[in-house]
T-cell receptor, first 116, second 115 residues
Framework: AQTVTQSQPEMSVQEAETVTLSCTYDTSESDYYLFWYKQPPSRQMILVIRQEAYKQQNATENRFSVNFQKAAKSFSLKISDSQLGDAAMYFC?????????????FGEGTQLTVNP | EAGVAQSPRYKIIEKRQSVAFWCNPISGHATLYWYQQILGQGPKLLIQFQNNGVVDDSQLPKDRFSAERLKGVDSTLKIQPAKLEDSAVYLC?????????????FGSGTQLSVL
């Protein structure tokens, strides 16, 4: 079974600065998807960014980018020019390609605080 | 575009009571998911429907949890009888299809407290 680990329960960053959230995962599969989701106090999970394992190029979405290291099974999220609205719980998630109808497996989350 | 609707937003019950949660997915979305999110943890899939059929319910505690999706649209998740450890946020999500790269859209969840 796949596992996802987020070793930073809490992180903080100054507004306009850059912060990196860490995620590692364990799998024996070669093809899969990785995701970062944001969960604000409203509880609604919002997709931030998605990475396909067979693509070597790191995904980027505006101020959000990832550092995907497949051999190391590492998938970190970098938030540039942090804004107050970025404050939320961030979850890393894994989804197998090889298993039909496979589920999303989430990490434990990292609570991000943005200081003005 | 309307999002995933869930109700109620909060529910407080005593242990051994029954409770039901309702979810209405985005129109046209064939796949519906129920996740359980215990405080301090990431969401865990309870059950996945494709139209009105069950795709994955391997992590659903079937002795007390049940779910249905009649007519392949909205869905109800029930707990009977509830235990203290069922206190959690229950999130519903939907996607257009069931392929792995599909984007999931989440509702705002129902927060359940079992006393």
């Amino acid at each position: 079974a796949q596992t996802v680990t987020q070793s930073q329960p809490e992180m903080s960053v100054q507004e306009a600065e850059t912060v990196t959230l860490s995620c590692t995962y364990d799998t024996s599969e070669s093809d899969y998807y990785l995701f970062w989701y944001k969960q604000p106090p409203s509880r609604q999970m919002i997709l931030v960014i998605r990475q396909e394992a067979y693509k070597q190029q790191n995904a980027t979405e505006n101020r959000f980018s990832v550092n995907f290291q497949k051999a190391a099974k590492s998938f970190s999220l970098k938030i540039s020019d942090s804004q107050l609205g970025d404050a939320a719980m961030y979850f890393c998630a894994y989804r197998s390609v090889e298993t039909s109808g496979s589920r999303l497996t989430f990490g434990e989350g990292t609570q991000l605080t943005v200081n003005p | 575009e309307a999002g995933v609707a869930q109700s109620p937003r909060y529910k407080i019950i005593e242990k051994r009571q029954s409770v039901a949660f309702w979810c209405n997915p985005i129109s046209g979305h064939a796949t519906l998911y129920w996740y359980q999110q215990i405080l301090g943890q990431g969401p865990k899939l309870l059950i996945q429907f494709q139209n009105n059929g069950v795709v994955d319910d391997s992590q659903l505690p079937k002795d007390r949890f049940s779910a249905e999706r009649l007519k392949g649209v909205d869905s109800t998740l029930k707990i009977q009888p509830a235990k203290l450890e069922d206190s959690a946020v229950y999130l519903c999500a939907s996607s257009f299809g069931a392929t792995t790269n599909e984007k999931l859209f989440f509702g705002s969840g129902t927060q359940l407290s079992v006393l």
